[in-house]
T-cell receptor
Framework: AQTVTQSQPEMSVQEAETVTLSCTYD???????LFWYKQPPSRQMILVIR??????QNATENRFSVNFQKAAKSFSLKISDSQLGDAAMYFC???????????FGGGTRLMVKP | NAGVTQTPKFQVLKTGQSMTLQCAQD?????MSWYRQDPGMGLRLIHY???????DQGEVPNGYNVSRSTTEDFPLRLLSAAPSQTSVYFC???????????FGPGTRLTVT
């Protein structure tokens, strides 16, 4: 079975500090895409960052970056200079099929302390 | 662009009732999907479509029906509502494989 595991149900970070959210996945496919989505209390799903598995270079988007370890099937998200607006649920997901369907992890709730 | 729109935002049903959750997108995306999110969990795929007239089942399809007669619309039908279908439902669309999925605002459904 294809799975995505987020081992940290909750994380806490001080404002302006850096935090890393963990994600591991299990797939036998070699061609796939990885995503981190943010879900604030409004429940809107917002794309944070995307990684193509065939690219070795780690994706970055402003304060957000990933550490993609393909052999270890690990895809962690680093948030630098954390802001109060970063407080949300974060979901790791991958897409392997032609239909671009996403398989999600269980999520990590990030709290940001002022 | 309105993006992905869903109606209604909230709905309460009695067990055994049927209803249709509406989803529309104005981005001319070929790929559309329905997910459900239960408390404290990630989203799970119900059904998906890769173009008008083409649909297929996801991880949790039982009790749901879909059709895709146009590129823009992808309604989800609950055939006979059960309390286990109490959840938040999200519709999503994307341009092609590997691209970002754009999500609608969700429908919170309660079945009593």
């Amino acid at each position: 079975a294809q799975t995505v595991t987020q081992s940290q149900p909750e994380m806490s970070v001080q404002e302006a500090e850096t935090v890393t959210l963990s994600c591991t996945y299990d797939t036998s496919e070699s061609d796939y895409y990885l995503f981190w989505y943010k879900q604030p209390p409004s429940r809107q799903m917002i794309l944070v960052i995307r990684q193509e598995a065939y690219k070795q270079q780690n994706a970055t988007e402003n304060r957000f970056s990933v550490n993609f370890q393909k052999a270890a099937k690990s895809f962690s998200l680093k948030i630098s200079d954390s802001q109060l607006g970063d407080a949300a649920m974060y979901f790791c997901a991958y897409s392997i099929n032609a239909g671009n369907m996403l398989t999600f992890g269980g999520g990590t709730r990030l709290m940001v302390k002022p | 662009n309105a993006g992905v729109t869903q109606t209604p935002k909230f709905q309460v049903l009695k067990t055994g009732q049927s209803m249709t959750l509406q989803c529309a997108q104005d981005m001319n995306h070929e790929y559309m999907s329905w997910y459900r999110q239960d408390p404290g969990m990630g989203l799970r795929l119900i059904h998906y479509s890769v173009g008008a007239g083409i649909t297929d089942q996801g991880e949790v399809p039982n009790g749901y029906n879909v059709s895709r007669s146009t590129t823009e619309d992808f309604p989800l039908r609950l055939l006979s509502a059960a309390p286990s279908q109490t959840s938040v439902y999200f519709c999503a669309s994307s341009y092609r494989r590997g691209y970002e999925q754009y999500f609608g605002p969700g429908t919170r459904l309660t079945v009593t």
